[in-house]
């Protein structure tokens, strides 16, 4: 059997569905573990570690993942690659950034 039409479609849907997957995973579906995030959160003294605003100031606190899982995959689940960002610093950095703003 030779690769004919039918294959080659379902060969293109199959890729956009990992595509589609890719894109997810971008977005992680991966969370830090609760204990991880109150520990990350209580050693950074609820503060967002870029800004220095707490939960009190209105803002989230998220983990982020200071090397972007997009590029660093194999660090998603490495706490040395994990600080402590408020909503707005973490929709501010987008992925093109790695800096580590821990001290
Ligand atoms: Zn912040």
């Known amino acids: 059997m030779y690769a004919g039409e039918d294959v080659f479609y379902k060969k293109g849907f199959f890729h956009e569905v990992a595509s589609m997957e890719a894109e997810r995973s971008q977005r992680s579906t991966f969370n ?12 950074s003294g609820g503060r967002c570690v870029l800004c220095g605003a707490t939960a009190k100031d209105g803002v989230k606190l998220h983990i ?29 950095k987008s992925n093109n950034c790695d800096i580590d703003w821990r001290e």
Not at 32 to 43: A, C, W
């Open 32 to 43: 830090v573990p609760l204990n991880k995030r109150y520990q990350l959160i209580r050693e």
């Open 64 to 92: 982020d993942h200071i090397k972007p899982v997009s590029t660093n995959p194999e660090l998603e689940r490495d706490p040395s690659n994990w600080q402590v960002l408020c909503n707005d610093c973490n929709r501010g």
